[in-house]
């Protein structure tokens, strides 16, 4: 592959990244994010709480229902918080 074509991939995937994040959030959070500090997590670490367990104990971070964007391996909602973006716990949002 010539670099002019990789260029010109590189910046479609920009673009389309850019686009994707400039409107309207793009997902949904479909559990509850709780912050957690414990011995397993001494600086603390959102954690998703899987309904196959118990919650976490912790503050809920970011709830069930909150949108935002994928931005990176994160997702950040409208308010600045992030967590680690995990497929199974977000749903896109159509546009």
């Known amino acids: 592959m010539k670099v002019s074509e ?16 400039e409107s309207k959030p793009t997902y949904k959070s479909t559990v509850d994010w709780y ?5 397993a997590h001494k600086s603390g670490a959102a954690i998703a709480h899987d309904p ?5 104990k912790g503050d809920i971070y970011i ?10 391996d994160e997702f950040r909602d409208e308010d600045g918080n992030t967590v680690e973006f995990k497929a ?3 749903e896109k949002i159509s546009k």
């Not at 196959?52 to 976490?56: L, S």
């Open 88 to 90: 199974e716990y977000f």
């Open 63 to 72: 709830e069930k229902g909150t949108v935002g964007y994928k931005d990176g």
């Open 52 to 56: 196959k367990y118990d919650a976490p």
């Open 35 to 39: 912050y957690v500090t414990d011995a």
């Open 6 to 21: 990789l260029k010109q991939i590189i910046k479609e995937e920009i673009v389309k990244a850019l686009a994707e994040n």
